[in-house]
C-alpha cells in the first residue's frame, strides 16, 4: 500500500494522534448528550456542556469580525442565534403550550459556590430596557426569563448583542433563558437591516436604543402581552439561580444601590429558616428630568416628604403592599447618617452609582420588624429560600399572580420580616386610567383560579390535619 504523500515519516506516530484526537471528540459529544438528557427533567436547570462551548465560540468569531460591516454583523448574529436555538437544551411547559430553553445566553462569568443571593425577573422583547438598570445598582448573579413571539426572536437576538457590548461587564453576570408559545415559534426567514449598527446605538439610553431596534424589525416598541405567562416566567427564571436564596421581582422594580452587598452580608449569617420571607418595600418615584432615583432610604423619605415617591400601588389598590405597614418602615431613617444622594444611568454605560460611604449603608441589613398578621391580596416583594414553593402556573396574564403565592407561604407557616434600609424603586405613579381594558378583564379571570387554589389548599390542610391526628 502506498504511503500518504501528506504524512511525514513518523506517520504511524501520526496516525495515532489523528486516531487519539477524534476519539477524545467523539468522547465530548458523547458526554455532552448524556449530560443533557441526564439534567432534561424541568426544575434541574445547570449549564450544559455543548451550551458553554457554543458560549466560547460566539466569543471567538465576535472577536473575529469585530471589524466587520453592520449588515455583516447582524447576519452573523441572526446566524449565531439560529445555530443556538437548535442545539440548546429545549424543554416544554407542564401544559404543552410553552417552549422553554434555559441558559440561552448564559452568563459569562457564572455564580460561584460563595454566593448567596440572585435577582431574577422576567420581560417581553420591549421591557428589556431595564436591564441596565438592575445591573447597574446589582452587583450579584441575575437570572432573567424573556417571552418572544415569532419575529421577535432575531430583534432580541440584537438587543441581547447591544446590551453585551454596553454593559458588558453587568452582562456578563446575567444568565437569559428564552420562552415562546408553542404555537407561535420564532421565525427562521433570516432577516438583515442595514439601519441596525450597534455601533450608532447610544449605550447610556437603553429605551431609544431597544426602541430602534424593535422598530427596524417593524415591531411595536409599545407592545402590551395578552394573557402573558408571568408565573411561568417567574418559575424559570428562579430555578435558573444557583444560590441558595432568590429575589423574584418584575423587570421594571429596581433595587437600590449596594442591596445585593448588604442582603448577601445578611444572608450569610443567618441561621437556616427554610420558612423565613424577608420583606422588599416597593416606592414608585414620581418621573424626574434626569430619571434620578433614590440611592439611599434618607433620600428616598425626602421625596416621599416632597410627594415625589410614594408607596408601590398604593393609589391603585393599596392592599398591594399594604400588609407591609411601610408608613412603620418609613419613620425609622434614625439610624441612617448617608447623604440623600440620587443615581440615574451613566452616559456611557458605566456604574455611576455616587459611592455610599457611612458605615449604616455599607453595613448588613437587619430585620426591622416582624409582620405577625396577614391581609388577603398581600403582594410583597420577598427574598425566598430555594426550598420555598414556587409561584402557581395556572395564572397568567395580570392579577393574583403574586398574592396566589403568598396566600400559600401564609398557610404554610412562613414568617415575614421586613428588612430595614433595603427597597425597590419604580419608575412613575400607578394609576387605573393606564391599564388596558384587557389587563382588569385577566384579573377578573385569575379571580376565578384564585378561588379554585383558595379550595384545594383548604382540602389538603385538612387532609393532612386528619392524617395527622389519625
Known sequence: MPSLPCLPRNRHVTRRKIVFTSLCIGLLFLFSAA???????????????????????????????????????????????????????????????????PHFWPALRPASEDLVVCYTTFATANRLLWLPWIIESWQGPVSVSAYIQGNEFYAVNIIEAYLRKCYGAGMARVTIHLVYPSDDRPEFGLRANDSIDLNSLKCGSPEEAINDILTSFELDPTKTNEQFPQNFMRNLARRGCDTPFSVSADVDMIPCPYMYENLSAFLKFKPDCEKCAYVIPIYEIQNSPGNLLPSTKKSLMRLVRKKEARIYHSKVYSRNQGNSKLEKWGTDVSNSSADALFWTLNGRGNRSIEAVDSVEELAPYQELYNITSYQEFWEPIVVLDRRAPEFDERFVGFGHCRSSLHYLLHALGFQYWVLDRAFLSHFGFQNLKTYAKFRLREIKENYQRYKILKKELQVGLESLKLKTES
Do not use: C, M
Not at 438528557?37 to 468569531?61: H, M, N, Q, Y
Not at 466587520?68 to 404543552?96: A, D, E, Y
Open 35 to 101: 449530560y443533557r438528557k441526564k439534567f432534561s427533567e424541568r426544575g434541574k436547570l445547570t449549564f450544559p456542556v455543548s451550551d458553554i462551548l457554543w458560549a466560547s465560540a460566539d466569543r471567538k468569531i465576535e472577536e473575529h469580525f469585530n471589524n466587520t460591516t453592520p449588515h455583516f454583523k447582524t447576519l452573523l448574529t441572526q446566524l449565531q442565534s439560529q445555530r443556538r436555538l437548535s442545539t440548546t437544551t429545549k424543554l416544554h411547559s407542564r401544559s404543552g403550550s410553552l417552549v422553554e430553553h
